[in-house]
């Protein structure tokens, strides 16, 4: 049971970061969204909870450490795990802006376990990004709360209607911030 959970729940988890397609981005917005995934860089834990389906009432904890493209790629290179009971799922993702907007894969992508991101948005403190699995197709939120807070909500596409499945509230974990020496 829990296996074929954390098949679904890893890949939709792991998008951590609109199911319209994002425009061509101007000079101006490739700055907004570099800016947007600096500051979501970092590491994060907190509970979640399955609120619909299946598992619906399931409560996890995830640590998950998010960091800037090593290329320079707008965008978020995301790794950590998820926790239920005694059971943990590494959670991996990689999401990046091209001229026709964003692109990415959670997991392995929909082609393994995972799910593709297909699209993708930033406005303010706030990213939307399109997510796509066979005949599965829904979309993740995830808006920034101040500099220490962060919740993200994953729904799914339900005839016509999106239907929430995932909360997350996730907290930087300000313990983990290196702080420099001081000097007497």
């Known amino acids: 049971m829990y296996s074929r959970f954390f098949s679904l729940f890893g890949g939709i988890v792991a998008l951590t970061i609109a199911t319209a397609p994002a425009l061509a981005p101007e000079a101006s917005a490739a700055s907004r969204d570099k800016s947007f995934f600096q500051q979501v860089g970092g590491v994060w834990k907190g509970p979640g909870e399955i609120v619909a389906g299946k598992y619906k009432g399931t409560k996890f904890s995830c640590n998950l450490i998010g960091a800037a493209q090593p290329d320079g790629t707008v965008g978020i290179k995301l790794d950590g795990t998820c926790r239920v ?14 001229s026709t907007g964003y692109s990415g894969k959670f997991l392995d992508g929909a082609q393994g376990k995972g799910l593709d991101i297909v699209s993708g948005s930033v406005n303010g403190d706030k990213v939307v990004m399109g997510i796509n699995r066979a005949q599965l197709n829904g979309a993740m939120v995830a808006s920034l709360r101040g500099e220490n807070k962060m919740n993200i909500t994953i729904s799914v596409k339900v005839e016509d209607q ?13 313990d983990s911030i290196a702080v420099g020496s001081i000097k007497p």
């Open 85 to 98: 009971g005694v059971f943990q799922q590494p959670m991996s993702a990689v999401i990046s802006q091209s």
């Open 162 to 174: 999106m239907v929430p499945v995932i909360g997350l509230s996730l907290d930087r974990d300000l």
